[in-house]
């Protein structure tokens, strides 16, 4: 099962354990932008986490459930927080991978949080896209402000291109599930709500993903790509996956009240589904 951008509505993560309750998925896969909005405004995120989302989890592998949950933090998700990740994965909840590979059968799975510069001032999850260039009417990663400390040089000069050259280098991509937040760029997935908007008498770019994304997939071909970031993007183009050459790619991303999920079988992807509840 695949779910994204759930933004802390916990009503949507308790339709969620429910069905995992229900039908026993192998793998739950989360692609980011999991915890509650108003960072600093009496939102208290850590007690989310601790006694809410990862009780959760905690209290359904006590149950005697082997489900493995596969684990990102998204553009919104503050990353103080990802310590408390990292410590739930020491404990065998879940499986923080960012930037990280784990073995899942006959199969691997990575994730990658970082997406390409956006207007919004939190800049953790945020890295240059494939040079220094940013689009109209987004800020730099330079700018806004972040929740852990990160070195000048990194911010300026690190791209996600270089990232995804390390990150695919020692491991079969082909058999690679690769969890990541932002979508690939010019897709049927990054498609934002900005028709016939302006940024000083200059339009704004209707798709948002990442060009170094959608290079990527082109060039490496993986297994099967998830994201999330663009939540009005299926109710715009109609489609919340995507086929580029041997690679599927899936959007769980949704702007409506429901809780948008996404069901696939590795060895069967065509026949993946889409969800509201």
Do not use: C
């Amino acid at each position: 099962m695949f779910v994204s951008d759930l933004h802390g509505i916990r009503t949507r993560y308790d339709k969620l354990f429910k069905i995992i309750k229900k039908q026993k998925p192998n793998g739950v896969f989360i692609g980011g932008d999991l915890l509650p909005g108003g960072f600093g405004i009496n939102v208290d995120i850590e007690k989310f986490l601790q006694d809410f989302l990862l009780s959760k989890v905690s209290k359904l592998k006590q149950s005697g459930n082997e489900i493995r949950f596969f684990t990102i933090l998204g553009n919104d998700d503050p990353r103080i927080y990802e310590s408390i990740l990292k410590d739930a994965e020491k404990n065998n909840l879940i499986e923080y991978v960012h930037n990280h590979y784990v073995s899942f059968g006959d199969f691997f799975v990575t994730g990658y949080s970082y997406v390409p510069p956006t207007p919004f001032k939190l800049k953790d999850w945020e890295k240059y896209d494939v040079s220094r260039y940013v689009d109209v009417g987004a800020t730099s990663p330079e700018e806004g402000y972040r929740t852990t400390k990160t070195t000048k040089d990194e911010i300026r000069y690190s791209t996600i291109t270089e990232d995804l050259k390390i990150l695919s280098k020692n491991v079969p991509v082909e058999k690679t599930i690769f969890l990541f937040h932002s979508p690939p760029y010019n897709s049927d997935l990054d498609r934002a709500n900005l028709d016939n908007k302006k940024f000083n008498h200059t339009p704004i770019d209707v798709h948002v993903g990442s060009i170094a994304i959608q290079r990527f997939i082109a060039e490496k071909q993986p297994l099967l790509t998830l994201h999330g970031h663009v939540h009005e993007s299926t109710r715009i183009t109609g489609h919340w996956k995507q086929k580029f050459g041997r690679t599927f790619s899936f959007n769980a991303a949704h702007d409506g009240p429901e809780l948008a999920l996404i069901r696939f079988d590795i060895d069967k992807l065509e026949n993946a589904i889409r969800i509201l509840i």
